[in-house]
């Protein structure tokens, strides 16, 4: 197994527990699995170490943006044709280069052989994933199938992760007064006084961070 298919399939878990929190909208857990699995596939290639994030809280958000996409396409993940016809095209590149290298190509390599987006072989590869069962029976063990808890603090954990990654998009002043009242626990007396402002501008501006905050986590 590639380094690229070890991550992917070690952090399979952050699907399930991303689609675990659409379940009941409409939308059967499959597909929501589906869509996941393509956000993860372009999160593992698109993690820029660099950074200094963790790939969990990069690959959260990702996930999570594929799964809402699900719900404003109508409930079905679409894959048209040429996106079919372009994962076979991918499927056998990466094939014929491990045949050729004795490894496991890279989205950069499979994009300039192919003449392609990296974008593009990402969801490619995406479409070439496997769908993983959330249970396994003793009796259909193929060792295709992994094991998640129903009762599991990934939940919270997954909020807290997406939570975090909205926080480092918002304009400094609002991250700044967000970070003074649950991070510092300061006061809105206090907030106000650091950040030059007043409270009654604190509290206004607060209330507004946490509708937008709570609209992006739901959707």
Same mark, same amino acid.
């Given at each position: 197994?590639?380094?690229?298919?070890?991550?992917?399939?070690?952090?399979?878990?952050?699907?399930?527990?991303?689609?675990?929190?659409?379940?009941?909208?409409?939308?059967?857990?499959?597909?929501?699995?589906?869509?996941?699995?393509?956000?993860?596939?372009?999160?593992?290639?698109?993690?820029?170490?660099?950074?200094?994030?963790?790939?969990?809280?990069?690959?959260?958000?990702?996930?999570?943006?594929?799964?809402?996409?699900?719900?404003?396409?109508?409930?079905?993940?679409?894959?048209?044709?040429?996106?079919?016809?372009?994962?076979?095209?991918?499927?056998?590149?990466?094939?014929?280069?491990?045949?050729?290298?004795?490894?496991?190509?890279?989205?950069?390599?499979?994009? =300039?052989? /192919? *003449?392609?987006?990296?974008? +593009? $072989?990402?969801?490619?590869?995406?479409?070439? &994933?496997?769908? @993983?069962?959330?249970?396994?029976?003793?009796?259909?063990?193929?060792?295709?199938?992994?094991?998640?808890?129903?009762?599991?603090?990934?939940?919270?954990?997954?909020?807290?992760?997406?939570?975090?990654?909205?926080?480092?998009?918002?304009?400094?002043?609002?991250?700044?007064?967000?970070?003074?009242?649950?991070?510092?626990?300061?006061?809105?007396?206090?907030?106000? =006084?650091? /950040? *030059?402002?007043?409270?009654? +501008? $604190?509290?206004?501006?607060?209330?507004?961070? &946490?509708?937008? @905050?709570?609209?992006?986590?739901?959707?």
């Amino acid at each position: 197994m590639s380094e690229r298919e070890e991550k992917i399939c070690s952090n399979i878990g952050l699907v399930h527990t991303c689609a675990r929190r659409f379940i009941g909208r409409g939308i059967e857990y499959d597909d929501l699995y589906q869509a996941g699995s393509m956000g993860l596939v372009k999160a593992v290639d698109g993690f820029d170490e660099s950074r200094g994030l963790k790939f969990s809280t990069y690959a959260v958000p990702v996930i999570l943006g594929e799964i809402r996409r699900l719900f404003r396409d109508g409930g079905t993940v679409k894959v048209s044709r040429t996106l079919k016809e372009l994962a076979m095209r991918v499927s056998r590149e990466r094939d014929a280069f491990c045949l050729r290298e004795g490894r496991e190509p890279s989205v950069t390599e499979l994009s =300039e052989t /192919l *003449g392609i987006e990296r974008e +593009q $072989v990402a969801e490619a590869l995406g479409v070439l &994933l496997p769908a @993983l069962s959330l249970t396994r029976s003793g009796e259909e063990n193929d060792g295709d199938e992994v094991d998640i808890p129903v009762d599991s603090p990934e939940e919270h954990i997954t909020d807290r992760l997406a939570l975090r990654q909205l926080l480092t998009e918002l304009p400094p002043p609002d991250r700044s007064l967000i970070e003074y009242r649950y991070f510092k626990r300061q006061t809105q007396q206090v907030t106000a =006084e650091k /950040l *030059g402002m007043t409270q009654v +501008q $604190v509290s206004r501006r607060e209330r507004a961070i &946490l509708r937008q @905050l709570r609209e992006q986590l739901i959707g």
